[in-house]
C-alpha cells in the first residue's frame, strides 16, 4: 500500500499541476492529521480527569454542592447592602451563599465542561441532605455543609477529618495534626472518598480554615487535577492546600495521603 501511494503521489508529482495539487492533498492530509491527534489528546485527558474525578463527572447529575446559610436574627427587613454601591440601597434574602463557594463552584464548573463536555449542577446541601446514591463536590466545613459532614463522617473516609473544634485538620487514624499551620496563609483540605455504602460513587469535599482556603483548595482540585493523579490515581485521598489570602491560583499542596 505504501508503495502504491509513493508512485501516485510521484505521478501526481510530474503533472504541469501537479505541484499545486501535491500541496493540497498534503494540506489536507496534514489536517486530518492534526484533528486526530487533537481528538486522541482530548480523550486521554478526559480519561485521566475521570481517574481522579470518578466516570459520573461525565455523566448528567454530577453536582456542586454549596452550604446553604440563614441570617441567625434578622434584625431589619433588608438586612444586606452593596459594597462600594448606593449606601442607601437595601437588599434581602432567604439563603445567602458565601462568596468563597461561589468562587469553588466556578473553578469546578470551568474545569469540567473544559474537559468532559458536561455542566455540573449547582445545588444546595439542605436540598441534597437526604441523598447519598450521588457524585458530588462539597465546598465549606462539616458544620456549614452537611454534605461535607457526609463526606468526613463517612466510613468510607479512613484518611483525615476537619477538627473544627481545634481549628485543625487530623488523621482519622489517630487524631494527630497533618501540618503546622503558618501565619499569614490559608489552609484548605481536599478529601475524596467512596462512601461505603454507593462505592462507584465519588464524593469531595473542599473546607477550609480562612476565608480563601475554601476557594484556594477548589481551585487547586480544578486546575492541578494532574499532579494529583499522579499521587493517588484513581484512589482516594486527603490534600492539605496552603493559599495566601486573596491569591486563589497561590494554592500548593503541602500534604498528601492516599489509601
Known amino acids: 500500500m505504501k508503495g502504491v501511494v509513493c508512485v501516485l503521489m510521484q505521478k501526481l508529482a510530474s503533472l504541469p499541476w501537479g505541484a499545486l495539487a501535491l500541496n493540497t492533498v498534503g494540506g489536507i492530509l496534514a489536517g486530518i492529521a492534526l484533528l486526530l491527534w487533537s481528538w486522541v489528546r482530548r480523550k486521554v ?27 441567625r436574627s434578622p434584625s431589619e427587613t433588608y438586612p444586606y447592602m452593596k459594597p462600594r454601591g448606593d449606601p442607601n440601597a437595601r437588599f434581602s434574602m432567604s439563603t445567602p451563599v458565601p462568596i468563597s463557594e461561589v468562587r469553588g463552584a466556578s473553578y469546578l464548573s470551568g474545569s469540567i465542561g473544559a474537559i468532559v463536555r458536561k455542566t455540573p449542577v449547582v445545588r444546595s446541601d439542605a436540598e441534597t441532605r437526604a441523598i447519598l446514591d450521588l457524585d458530588f463536590v462539597s465546598f465549606g466545613g462539616p458544620r456549614s455543609n452537611f454534605k461535607t459532614d457526609d463526606c468526613q463522617s463517612n466510613s468510607g473516609n479512613t484518611l483525615a477529618l476537619f477538627d473544627h473544634q481545634n ?31 454507593f462505592p462507584n460513587r465519588v464524593w469531595f ?32 485521598f486527603a490534600a492539605v492546600i496552603r493559599v495566601r489570602p486573596g491569591q486563589d491560583q497561590s494554592a500548593e499542596m503541602v500534604r498528601f495521603l492516599t489509601s
Open 167 to 197: 481549628h485543625q485538620f487530623v488523621a482519622r487514624s489517630n487524631g494527630q495534626r497533618l501540618i503546622e499551620f503558618e501565619p499569614g496563609f490559608d489552609y484548605g483540605l481536599i478529601l475524596k472518598i467512596r462512601p461505603s455504602q
Open 205 to 236: 469535599a473542599c473546607a477550609g480554615i480562612g476565608e480563601w482556603a475554601t476557594s484556594g483548595a477548589a481551585w487547586f482540585l480544578a486546575n492541578k487535577w494532574q499532579e494529583i493523579r499522579k499521587e493517588a490515581g484513581r484512589h482516594p
Open 45 to 71: 485527558t478526559a480519561w485521566q480527569f475521570k481517574q481522579v474525578f470518578g466516570s459520573g463527572v461525565s455523566e448528567d447529575g454530577f453536582a456542586l454542592i454549596y452550604a446553604e446559610l440563614a441570617l
